[in-house]
């Protein structure tokens, strides 16, 4: 009850089993291989010829770069922003500020030479400070 039965096939199913073969004409790999070289070369070639057309390109873009092509740009070549302009050396401003500073601090000038007022370094103003001491309030006695 339990046969298999193959279509145009005479006899048992267990003999006609044996006979039955792959297709050994599927694929032909020389084919297939010999499709893949010619389609990495066709890749490689179209590769080497786009990279020679950028490099003429870009050298057609250097040599068109020579001359400026806007007429208001050449009468503009030695003018500056206005105040305040970005710092081209922020290091060497910020010394320069500070040696200014130590400078006034540590230096002694007339500030008002007509009311006697002067200005003395900051560090005998602090020792003069601490001998004198600083004015206090008077204290008010509550009644």
Aim: no cysteine; net charge positive; glycine share 8%.
């Amino acid at each position: 009850m339990a046969e298999t039965h193959y279509p145009g096939a005479a006899g048992h199913g267990a003999a006609h089993a044996h006979a039955v073969r792959h297709e050994t004409r599927d694929i032909n790999l020389g084919g297939v291989l010999a499709f893949a070289v010619g389609l990495f070369v066709v890749a490689l070639v179209i590769h080497v010829l786009v990279w020679v057309l950028y490099t003429y390109f870009a050298g057609r873009a250097i040599a068109a770069r020579g001359v400026p092509t806007y007429p208001l740009a050449v009468n503009q070549a030695g003018r500056v922003p206005p105040e305040p302009r970005l710092q081209t050396n922020p290091r060497e401003d910020l010394r320069t500020l500070r040696d200014s500073e130590d400078a006034i601090l540590n230096s002694y000038a007339w500030v008002d030479k007509n009311n006697g007022i002067v200005r003395i370094p900051i560090g005998d103003a602090m020792k003069l400070t601490l001998e004198r001491g600083l004015p206090a309030r008077e204290q008010r006695v509550a009644k």
